[in-house]
């Protein structure tokens, strides 16, 4: 069945940015969206960004301004990349995918803690 | 603040059943049938357990239920037992641009 991993430094300085990778095993990235959401710690889950097979991407409004998703058809992965970071970003990252016209999302990653600090 | 309303807590014995309420608006719960619901243990990923309002994924018991009416949905945890203490969560479709937005959470402890 399809799974997936998350991967990426666990550590971000201020002001940098937060690269993650998505990696898509038993399946393909191909005909489905794929998204990332957060959550930090102690708090509740946040919705960050889609992207389709196509390259079409559509972005939380309140994250808009730094973040970028994009997808990788040739190794089956995406990715997600958030600029100027602060302590308000630290969060655990998970990726997942979407289920077709439904807003929903059926198979989660494991997820990964990013930090950020000096 | 999220953007959907759960409360914080709800809890019932072994047995019971026990209703998490999930409270938006009418640019989001009251208006779309997409409103899913996710189960997640502590340290662990996210589970879908209801979309479209009521559907169950294959695999997810039928002891978990969902509805919604006008702006609220709601999700129905029948015969409770011990695994289903999570925390559990809420989300909505609301349009091209918020697309999805999430409750806040509810902690539901099986006594």
């Known amino acids: 069945q399809v799974q997936l991993q998350e991967s990426g430094p666990g550590l971000v300085k201020p002001s940098e940015t937060l690269s993650l990778t998505c990696s898509v095993s038993?399946?393909?990235?191909?005909?489905?969206?794929w998204s990332w959401i957060r959550q930090p710690p102690g708090k509740g889950l946040e919705w960050i960004a889609y992207?389709?097979?196509?390259?079409?991407?559509n972005y939380n409004p309140s994250l808009k301004s730094r973040v970028t998703i994009s997808v990788d058809t040739s190794n089956n992965q995406f990715s997600l990349r958030l600029s100027s970071v602060t302590a308000a970003d630290t969060a655990v990252y998970f990726c997942?995918?979407?289920?077709?016209?439904?807003?929903?999302?059926?198979?989660w990653g494991q997820g990964t803690m990013v930090s950020v600090s000096s | 603040q999220s953007a959907l309303t759960q409360p914080p807590s709800a809890s019932g014995s072994p047995g019971q059943s026990v209703t998490i309420s999930c409270t938006g608006t009418?640019?989001?719960?009251?208006?779309?049938?997409?409103v899913s619901w996710y189960q997640q243990h502590p340290g662990k990923a996210p589970k879908l357990m209801i979309y479209e309002v009521s559907k169950r994924p294959s695999g997810v018991p039928d002891r978990f239920s969902g509805s919604k009416s006008g702006n609220t949905a709601s999700l129905t945890v029948s015969g409770l037992q011990a695994e289903d203490e999570a925390d559990y969560y809420c989300?909505?479709?609301?349009?091209?641009?918020?697309?999805?937005?999430f409750g806040g959470g509810t902690k539901l402890t099986v006594l």
């Open positions: 009418s640019s989001d719960v009251g208006t779309y049938k997409l």
């Open positions: 038993g399946g393909s990235t191909s005909g489905y969206f």
């Open positions: 989300t909505s479709y609301a349009g091209t641009n918020n697309w999805v937005v």
């Open positions: 992207v389709y097979d196509s390259g079409f991407t």
């Open positions: 997942a995918r979407i289920m077709s016209g439904l807003a929903a999302f059926d198979i």
